[in-house]
């Protein structure tokens, strides 16, 4: 058998490429951006010859209220694609589930939009569903009933542009949640249906209520940890639904759109890009971690 | 009585999967029937649910197109997507088996410093990693497309979590007939863990062949498009031609859809065996 120091020498052969790339492109780019964000540096990614600001990049960041402003369009983002996701898919999986016939057919059809990109989607949405003049989808419909043509897009009051900005996530995403919630109603113990049964549950809501949902409680912290992570991270939708040949409208800059405008934009200010970044990383991590002790994630692993 | 309720209820139910299911699929045959339609079918002012023509030269036409260099942005994306999910599964599988089965007294150390990024989302740091890229001069290549996006910690979570619950008789036998950890790995490991690797690889591959942040930021120059890119550049663009943008769009989701539709039992497989719920 091999000794400790040759089984040391083959972890590392093992573990060591991934780790040093992990290292060398997720915590290198932090540690310098977090020195970045000390300086006044414009248009260049190195500090040197740039002024030392010290916290002066924070202090602009947390004053400036464009991007409070993109922190609150997170918040409401937040607020519309979590319960909506979860309820969403939930939902499917509760009917695809119990479906005798077809299942794989109807899983595959609500899953096949994960395989399509936030452009493309955003190419149907903007141009096709919701582009705002009599030969859009929506407006046909609407018109049917008799209802005005909206410029769903350009509308900010009433938002109606937050209904497009919703829907072609919901629809790009509600898929994969619902295989988390397939695979946690699969691994519910039949028996406890059958002692319900016995008991005098009815079989529906009251079944639901007091067995499955309970039982899917692991599952539905992972997916309310991952809807409420991956909405701090929306990027794609934003860009691709609201900038047009004349810019990005000023409303709806949720933080990374922000930040991208900020750091690369006409500016080149990435000295105040990096900052944003990493106050974004510290509300994340800290959002993640309360979560996550708040619901007891991972305490199976322990 | 009972009965007759539950037979409604399960027909009510049965209508509203199949409602959905449509629903669903609209996008899908939007995106098609506008990528075969003329552009004046596309905009004209009454709305049918099939064009009036079917214009398949759209799908020749729109390869000619010199400000959407769509030959090129797909041949960019197929490189990309196929490096980078090659890369990552050989990377992140290696590092999965070295952290579930190599005995090392500090492992727990080196897992938890790779699962702490998983804290700190991609998307978040791609200031920092431009600032790095660029300092490297790698801005519109290749390596500067691939090579950031190649250590994920979440394929190598996946991988570990799948490799602790493996049969270790297999390898124990490999073990007493000799073999060392590289041959154990490569000989009884891999062939026995199929499914795991097309899980990761078609859910790496589907992000690489979708991702728009990293490139749009990296692939400054015309000539480093991705297919993403491309169709973004032309959504914003003055004068835009319908027909072409969503033949394009159809294009460029042909090659995930059929990977997806063959992969796809894989990827709930992968997911259902992840131990993400747990």
């Known amino acids: ?27 290198v780019p932090l540690a310098w951006s977090v020195y970045l964000s000390f300086f006044d540096a414009h248009n260049t990614v190195s500090p040197s010859g740039a002024d030392f600001v010290g916290l002066g990049n924070y202090g602009a960041m947390l004053s400036d209220a464009s991007f409070l402003g993109s922190l609150g369009t997170f918040l409401l983002f937040t607020a519309f694609i979590v319960p909506a996701t979860y309820v969403l898919s939930l939902a499917l999986a509760l009917m695809v589930n119990r479906l005798r016939f077809a299942q794989a057919f109807f899983r595959s059809v609500f899953f096949l939009p994960t395989a399509c990109s936030y452009v493309v989607a955003a190419v149907i949405w903007k141009l096709s569903i919701f582009n705002g003049v009599r030969f859009g989808l929506a407006n046909t419909v609407l018109g049917w009933f008799g209802a005005d043509q909206t410029a769903w897009l350009s509308t900010t009051d009433p938002p109606w542009y937050w209904l497009v900005i919703v829907t072609v996530r919901l629809w790009l995403q509600a898929g994969f949640y619902m295989i988390l919630f397939l695979a946690g109603l699969q691994r519910i113990p039949p028996q406890l249906y059958e002692a319900a049964a016995v008991d005098g549950a009815r079989p529906g809501w009251q079944t639901f209520r007091h067995l499955t949902f309970p039982q899917l409680r692991a599952t539905s912290v992972a997916v309310v940890l991952l809807l409420v992570i991956n909405a701090f991270q929306a990027f794609d939708e934003f860009y691709n639904l609201l900038s047009d040949a004349r810019g990005y409208p000023p409303y709806a800059r949720p933080p990374l759109v922000y930040l991208y405008y900020t750091a690369l934009g006409r500016d080149q200010n990435l000295g105040l890009g990096s900052a944003g970044a990493v106050i974004l990383a510290l509300i994340i991590a800290v959002a993640t971690v309360v979560q996550a002790r708040w619901f007891g994630l991972g305490r199976k692993e322990e | 009585m009972d009965d007759a309720l539950t037979r409604a209820g399960r027909a009510l139910r049965v209508v509203l999967v199949v409602a959905l299911a449509l629903l669903f699929l609209v996008p899908f045959y939007l995106l098609v029937r506008n990528g075969l339609a003329t552009e004046q079918d596309i905009t004209a002012p009454d709305w049918t649910f099939f064009p009036r023509v079917l214009q398949w030269s759209n799908l020749t036409e729109v390869f000619q197109d010199p400000n959407l260099p769509l030959g090129r942005a797909l041949l960019n994306s197929t490189l990309i997507a196929v490096s980078t999910t090659a890369g990552t599964v050989l990377l992140a599988s290696l590092a999965g088996y070295g952290l579930a089965r190599i005995p090392y007294p500090h492992a727990n150390i080196v897992f938890y410093a790779i699962l702490g990024t998983l804290m700190v989302p ?37 991988f570990r979590q799948y490799f602790l619950g493996f049969p270790r008789e297999l390898e124990d036998a490999a073990r007493v007939d000799g073999l060392g950890y590289w041959r154990t790995y490569w000989r009884i490991v891999v062939p026995n863990a199929r499914p795991v690797f097309a899980a ?7 992000g690489a062949w979708n991702a728009f942040l990293w490139p749009l930021v990296i692939g400054q120059d015309q000539e480093a498009w991705t297919v993403q890119v491309a169709l973004s550049t032309f959504t914003t663009a003055q004068n835009l031609n319908l027909h072409e943008l969503f033949v394009a769009a159809a294009v460029s989701i042909a090659p995930l859809v059929v990977v997806f539709l063959v992969l796809q039992r894989y990827i709930v497989a992968g997911v259902e065996r992840s131990g993400i719920d747990d």
């Open chain 2, 200 to 206: 990761v690889g078609t859910i790496v591959f589907i």
């Open chain 2, 122 to 158: 991609a998307a978040v740091t791609f200031v920092p990693s431009f600032v790095l890229v660029s300092s490297l001069g790698w801005i519109s290549t290749l390596r500067g497309l691939v090579i950031p996006t190649l250590f994920s910690a979440f394929a190598c979570f996946i």
């Open chain 1, 1 to 27: 058998m091999l000794g400790p120091q040759r089984r040391n020498l083959w972890f590392w052969a093992f573990v060591g490429p991934f780790a040093v790339g992990l290292g060398l492109f997720t915590y």
